[in-house]
């Protein structure tokens, strides 16, 4: 389910133009279709109960009557409001029955890189001290703790070196090599990334499982591509049709 292009004749040529040039057609585009999508997915009566509750909590509202009351402070419908809670939920909804079906192909090709690691890390910047502290380290002399919190130069000082969970492939290509090929427990040599001479033990993997949460974090990146193409493809037709309509115009002139 897209966007009708007929739903975007509120767009004149000189607001086409300007949301281009500022790069908020896209965008605008995106909460359309979104809008569009979400507008037209019904709520069961325990689900709009559900929104309720949560809402009266949050807002401390003890009663119909004093729910009424604060719609009106807010200038709000009961509708409108539960249009506006529920789209994130609805939208979680759409992703999962349109994409459940691409969800574990997905998943194998994303794993790598979903993939956890926590590790203990110091940086310093002098060579020698980094071999010092690995052998004071590996000696048992000190626990890495300790020394990270004394010695490290990086924010990972104030947490006694402790790093993660995190994904090995949002980390420095070279520190993903290193901790990828690393066993958990074994210190490695210290080694130079930049300025900074690192000291790395693996304390655990944690493999990405395609749990119910995964599943939907899988669905939902799916959905974003699939938006991004609708959106890229609405943008270009209107692109073209503004484009036309405004050789017509200057032809007219």
């Not at 359309?32 to 559900?50: A, G, H, K, R, S």
């Not at 759409?94 to 997905?106: G, I, K, N, P």
């Not at 380290?137 to 969970?165: R, T, W, Y």
């Amino acid at each position: 389910m897209g966007i009708n292009m007929d739903e975007l004749n509120i767009l004149n040529r000189e607001i086409v133009d300007l949301l281009a040039e500022e790069d908020m057609l896209g965008p605008l585009i995106s909460k359309l279709v979104i809008n569009n999508i979400t507008d037209n997915i019904p709520l069961e009566d325990e689900e709009i109960n559900n929104f309720k509750r949560k809402l009266f909590s949050q807002e401390n509202i003890e009663d119909d009557k004093h729910f009424q009351s604060w719609l009106i402070k807010k200038n709000l419908t009961e509708d409108k409001l539960l249009l506006k809670v529920s789209r994130p939920f609805k939208l979680n909804k759409y992703c999962l029955d349109q994409f459940s079906s691409r969800v574990h192909a997905h998943f194998l090709t994303r794993k790598a890189k979903l993939d956890q690691v926590i590790y203990s890390l110091l940086r310093v910047s002098d060579q020698f001290i980094a071999k010092e502290l690995y052998l004071r380290i590996l000696g048992n002399e000190e626990s890495f703790s300790s020394l990270a919190e004394k010695f490290s130069e990086g924010n990972e000082k104030e947490v006694q070196g402790i790093v993660g969970p995190v994904p090995i492939e949002k980390s420095h290509p070279e520190l993903a090599r290193v901790l990828k090929s690393s066993t958990p427990g074994v210190l490695n040599q210290p080694f130079q990334i930049g300025d900074f001479w690192l000291i790395v033990r693996v304390e655990s993997f944690k493999e990405a499982t395609l749990d119910p949460a995964m599943e939907l974090q899988m669905a939902k990146e799916l959905f974003e591509q699939w938006l991004n193409e609708e959106c890229t493809q609405v943008v270009k037709n209107l692109l073209a049709k503004n484009s036309v309509n405004s050789n017509i115009h200057e032809d007219k002139n």
